[in-house]
């Protein structure tokens, strides 16, 4: 069913009561090109370009604001993505390995991981219209909170231990979870924009 705008509905009751008054001013002058006639028209062809003009300006601003959500919304599912990816980074390079505090500091993947998860920190869930896409986001924020206090932990073990080491078990403690989270967010956004949901390994 299509649903008409409020500029169209008003340009058509518009138009049906100018041609109640059109046909009565053909009748008055007994002529389709009389002077009364003429002047209706006149009125008539003013008015539709008065709301054919509001009605593409509500149809343009829609537009832009759909536009705007699906920004957002993909914005959301791109810094799940990538949060996904640089911790997913950073697991494969301590894998099977007991690095040194200083080794893992070090690594090339630790900067990605950190400013992924300061760009998620920055979504605001009130900017997400879409309840489950905004407790989705929400729950992966919660998630990344506790593996930076973990990472947290491991660097204050600089100060108590001489040799600290940091192993693999850290991140298996946690991958599930950051896997589940971002791929809720991802599917989600998927759902709203229409599009494929991106495949997350």
Do not use: C, H
Not at 80 to 91: G, I
């Amino acid at each position: 069913m299509v649903k008409l705008s409020r500029p169209v509905l008003v340009l058509m009751i518009a138009v049906a009561v100018a041609g109640y008054f059109l046909g009565g001013a053909t009748a008055r002058d007994n002529s389709l090109f009389g002077g009364t006639v003429a002047a209706w028209a006149q009125a008539v062809f003013a008015a539709a370009a008065v709301f054919a003009a509001a009605w593409l300006q509500e149809r343009f601003i829609t537009r832009q604001a759909q536009a705007s959500k699906t920004r957002t919304y993909e914005n959301a599912a791109s810094t799940a993505r990538w949060v996904l990816q640089s911790f997913q980074a950073l697991q494969r390079a301590v894998e099977d390995k007991n690095l040194s505090l200083k080794d893992f500091v070090a690594l090339e993947e630790q900067g990605p991981l950190t400013l992924s998860m300061k760009v998620l920190s920055e979504l605001k869930l009130s900017d997400f219209e879409d309840t489950i896409l905004a407790t989705a986001v929400f729950n992966l924020q919660s998630t990344m909170i506790v593996v930076a206090e973990r990472r947290a932990a491991q660097f204050q073990m600089a100060t108590i231990t001489a040799s600290p080491i940091v192993s693999e078990g850290w991140f298996s403690q946690n991958a599930v979870d950051v896997f589940n989270k971002a791929a809720s967010v991802e599917r989600r956004v998927a759902e709203l924009t229409g599009r494929a949901p991106a495949q997350l390994q």
